[in-house]
């Protein structure tokens, strides 16, 4: 049986690392070509289990080169795009937004014109061949805005971006929404909650509070640490995904979250307890936590209502908060003492 490729785009980052290793293991039926620009956020280091797999293969590139694109659905015959290359972290947009811009907004266009000319004869006709060819487009929650201290999330939340990062996906979100409705592209998008887990960047949140925990360094949270995040965590997101790219409609979009509401604070306060336990010093590691100036532009709360991914396609979160922090520590331990855990 001939396999459909599917071209995952930003494959060796947090996610889109989790994700390749779930979807080969589960189906056998597909060839990934993972296209990765390997920016200082991609590490193929995160793939090496599946670096030698029959239906994988690696190629390294920017979105942004349009005809490279078009020289990888001819050449592979891409069948599907799953969708996770994305510039991602708000305090370097806010220094450098016009690389945002053109990664997260252009190179999704790129994408989105390559797609539609090698799948469709014209508009809301696909060539025979390419019937189910589907283009599942991943983004973050960040697009609604700010959420106070009450309220949810939902699909048919206004999009109030206050980042050049969040406005750079709210833009993307809005091209592939163009494309279903102007041209009949099958598209998909999802908007998650923040991702923990595995393989993360250091320079996010928890990396860095475990990292700079077992150093001895001082840990630093913005403002008074209470700014609200709904946490969810990478395997169930992985899941979350599968799903819709399988089963979603055409033209929707889903939104995905834990269930976890965790100020910054807090988290920190989690991190340091399970150390605590785990790698005990003279004193606390919660007295590493300081409070540093608050990030221009910094997002009080997000809060996801998952009610439509759940009801449609029966999607549960299967990780507790408190299992799954404690799989991630454990990751990360390991990750930077090379110690057993």
Avoid at 65 to 90: G, T
Avoid at 189 to 213: F, M
Avoid at 271 to 298: A, M, V, W
Wanted: aromatic share 12%; with cysteine; proline share 4%.
């Amino acid at each position: 049986m001939k396999k459909e490729v599917v071209l995952v785009t930003g494959g060796a980052g947090f996610i889109g690392s989790n994700f390749i290793p779930y979807f080969l293991s589960k189906y056998p039926n597909y060839h990934v070509i993972n296209l990765d620009a390997l920016t200082y956020a991609g590490d193929l280091k995160n793939l090496k289990e599946i670096e030698k797999h029959p239906n994988y293969s690696f190629i390294k590139g920017n979105i942004k080169d349009k005809q490279l694109l078009l020289n990888i659905f001819e050449k592979y015959n891409v069948k599907h795009v799953i969708h996770f290359a994305a510039e991602s972290h708000v305090d370097n947009s806010i220094k450098s937004p016009i690389s945002f811009v053109e990664t997260n907004v252009m190179g999704t266009m790129n994408l989105l014109e390559v797609a539609r000319n090698h799948w469709m004869e014209k508009p809301f006709v696909y060539k025979e061949s390419y019937k189910n060819s589907r283009f599942h487009h991943i983004s973050t929650d960040e697009v609604y805005g700010s959420l106070g201290r009450d309220g949810f999330f939902t699909e048919n939340s206004p999009y109030a971006p206050n980042s050049p990062y969040s406005a750079s996906k709210a833009s993307s979100d809005m091209l592939v929404r163009s494309y279903f409705r102007t041209y009949g592209l099958n598209v998909v998008t999802t908007n998650c909650s923040n991702n923990y887990g595995p393989k993360q960047h250091d320079e996010k949140l928890i990396p860095t509070l475990i990292r700079k925990a077992l150093n001895g360094e001082r840990l630093p949270i913005y403002g008074d640490g209470k700014n609200i995040r709904d946490w969810l965590y990478v395997e169930d997101h992985c899941k979350a995904i599968d799903l819709v790219f399988h089963k979603g409609s055409a033209g929707e979009t889903y939104l995905i979250g834990g269930k976890n509401e965790k100020t910054n604070l807090e988290i920190a306060e989690i991190i340091c307890n399970y150390l605590d336990e785990k790698l005990p010093q003279r004193t606390s590691y919660k007295n590493l936590i300081y409070f540093i100036q608050d990030r221009p532009g910094h997002d009080f709360r997000y809060a996801i209502d998952p009610s439509k991914i759940e009801t449609e396609l029966g999607w549960q979160p299967e990780e507790s908060f408190v299992t799954g922090i404690k799989k991630t520590i454990d990751w990360y331990i390991n990750k930077y003492t090379k110690m057993e855990v």
